[in-house]
């Protein structure tokens, strides 16, 4: 048996990006990881990723961002990863030209996007320099907290990952960058979780679980208003074995209706 301590989780970020569709329910901006990916590969997912170093960099200067006021250094870096990682898998920024009260409208996103995104991914730029040669401010007062979750001790990769809640901007539709993720879509809820059960989709546990909860909300900024200012209970599913099954144990007061799971036959 190894005697090496177990290395501490990655910090990591992701939104969940809402609009309301025509139908009446929330649509949720959902893409597929690609297959040869090492974590969750083919699963349907928010976009995110991990906190880089260069999110710290930008943490140095107030004036790329709004929103940071009396957060710590660390609840920075996971914001400004989130709407990052964002832009890098969807193309979708959340920002505000220096000055403006309103979001970067879709034909500058979309300028940016075309002129910096295949770099950013592709580490031959960075966003501090995305933002400053464009003149963008990061809008990480429309992030909303949402959820916490820790993977489990003793799995071989480990995410310490927040998860926000956040309008889309108007017309940023969103497109999969064709290399971490295959496939993007706008689905609600409803749908994602049957594909799920259908065998359509590929669903983490984490994400199912956000699904059904933000499936209970009508409209976009219903969703929004029962979660800002509510307090984050932290998750870190324990992993049980009981009569041949297996079962992830969660907290209760999580609000996720429930705090024991059955996830399948045991290994």
């Known amino acids: 048996m190894s005697s090496e301590p ?3 989780p990655r910090a990591a970020s992701t939104i969940l990006l809402l609009r309301d569709s025509a139908a009446g329910e929330i649509e949720i901006f959902m893409m ?19 906190v880089d170093k260069g999110d710290q960099e930008i943490i140095a200067d107030p004036a790329l ?14 914001r400004i990863a989130a709407i990052r990682e964002t832009f890098e898998e969807s193309g979708i920024l959340l920002a505000r030209p220096r000055g403006s009260k309103a ?8 300028e940016i996007e075309a ?32 959820a916490h979750w820790i993977t489990p001790e003793g799995m071989p990769k480990r995410f310490d990952t927040w998860f926000f809640l956040a309008a889309a901007p108007p017309e940023q539709a969103g497109a999969h960058d ?41 409209s976009v ?17 324990v992993m049980t074995r009981l009569n ?15 705090d024991v799971f059955e996830v399948g036959a045991a290994g």
């Open 65 to 78: 961002y709004s929103g940071g006021e009396g957060l710590d250094a660390a609840t920075l870096s996971f």
């Open 103 to 110: 979001l970067v409208d879709a034909a500058k996103a979309s």
């Open 178 to 218: 064709g290399k971490e993720s295959t496939d993007s879509i706008w689905v609600s809820p409803r749908e994602a979780l049957e594909g799920g059960d259908n065998g359509r989709f590929k669903l983490p546990f984490p994400t199912t679980r956000n699904l059904i909860r933000l499936g209970k909300q009508r």
């Open 221 to 237: 900024h219903a969703a929004l208003e029962e979660s800002r200012g509510k307090t984050v209970v932290t998750v870190m599913p």
């Open 32 to 50: 597929v990881r690609h297959y040869e990916i090492d974590f969750n590969s083919g699963a349907l997912v928010f976009p995110g990723g991990s």
């Open 115 to 146: 002129a910096h995104r295949a770099d950013l991914c592709d580490s031959k730029i960075t966003f501090l320099k995305v933002l400053t040669d464009n003149g963008m401010v990061l809008a990480l007062d429309e992030l909303v907290p949402y």
């Open 6 to 8: 177990a290395k501490p």
């Open 244 to 258: 041949g099954g297996r079962q992830l144990r969660i907290p209760l007061e999580a609000g996720y209706d429930g």
